[in-house]
């Protein structure tokens, strides 16, 4: 991946280090997100592979914003997690699919994320889709 496309730093958010919380089941995809952020200049808070260690990860972290599939393994999927994460954690998503069907979307904008990236995604894609998520969350 170095290389690929110029790195991009992000700017503290009024003196805090940007800090995300990967929410993906799939290793190899987890371990792709999680340089495209080190990469992109933001930390990582933490990565979860299920929605209570997500939100066990969040309460201990307090992310500045999570990036959360929507399909999880488990009894909790991803909508429900970041549902969860913004009603008891104040934590804003943006999510992650491969699924684009109208009732999953619908499904996802009803709990309020703050954009969705669509798999397969360009790291450029991923610090874009932060940035703007940063920006309607302050």
Known sequence: MAGSEPQMVSPNRR???VAILVVEDEALVASYITEVLAESGFAVAGVASSGPEALSL????QPTLALVDIRLSGPTDGIEVARLLRERLAVPTIFLSGMTDAATIARARAAQPLGILQ??????QV????ERALKKAE
């Open 127 to 130: 610090f874009n889709a932060i």
């Open 15 to 17: 003196g805090k280090p």
């Open 119 to 124: 798999k397969p995604f360009r790291p450029s």
């Open 58 to 61: 969040a309460g201990d972290m």
